[in-house]
């Protein structure tokens, strides 16, 4: 660092860390909404920057898959840890579930885009699956012990049911909101 | 009919309806445990009767696959309306809706025998269709009125997630009993 512009490198890695965050929100959206035709060029469009930042942050189409489920799981765990404080367990773990089918949802859509490219990401997914699984099992347990959810139900089982429904959805692109009414069938909010 | 033997036409037509019964409910295992790999051989040796009678009752795949469709829709909407007079409304919805769960796993088998032997279901799938809503709406309707069931559910969405449930316990076949956990979860029994 300079002594004379001691702000400006700090302000540049902001700009930088804004711009991945944004590259990794327009990336699940195209990916998610346009699966098998997602386009590069499109995504730095989305971001609002210019190609040649897209590559800078992710060389490859393979990195650039690999970070967006790496955000998007970083980002369900977070959210679950959170609900582990909220007031109601059965409600948190039914919120937490809501978000994972949102996830599942947007995974179905990477999977088209990585079979198109012809490469596996399963290696990278089993990693996050096994984190998903940890944070569902800690709000499911909670909510067993001090809620009312029957004590049979099993962490897979319930991802097994949100991931169902996540791809009931996508039979019927245009129907923007059956998601959330299929949740609120196999999942319903307290009244 | 000869004078001779009143009763031997009789009891021909009992033993015909015992084989057609009995060839349905072996095409209808043949078709969801196989797929596409079905064989009308097989279905003839499940069912304990020779080539020549199963060729007899349906002379071709089609016709034994839209009598076992239709077969499937009777027997589902006639237990649909056994149901309308069973005691508590939202568990003879949720009984139903285990039983449309079924029939939808083995429509996704009879799909894929379809599609290997490249003829349309469509038109035969549609009608039937019509009359599984009919069936379930009625339940729903009851429910609704004299249960607890939320005004705000429709039945395409409720069909939408058993068959959804359908699909996911198919991903996983040597789970026998996927289908029923899968269930218990989204339309649980009253406990």
Partial sequence: MSDEAP?????LRV???????RLL???KDEFSE???NSSLNMVAKRAGVGPGTLYRHFP????LLVAVVSNDVDILCRRGRELLDSENPDT???RWLRAFATHAATMHGLLAVQMASEFALGGTLAGQHQAIIETGDALLDRAKRTGTTPQH????DILRTANALAWASQQAPDDSDLLDRLLEISFPEPR
Avoid: F, M
């Fill in 34 to 36: 346009r699966g098998a």
């Fill in 7 to 11: 702000r400006r490198p700090r302000r």
């Fill in 60 to 63: 490859s189409l393979h990195t």
């Fill in 153 to 156: 139900i099993d962490i897979r």
């Fill in 25 to 27: 929100s327009a990336a």
């Fill in 15 to 21: 700009d930088a860390a804004e711009n991945r965050a």
């Fill in 92 to 94: 948190a773990l039914r």
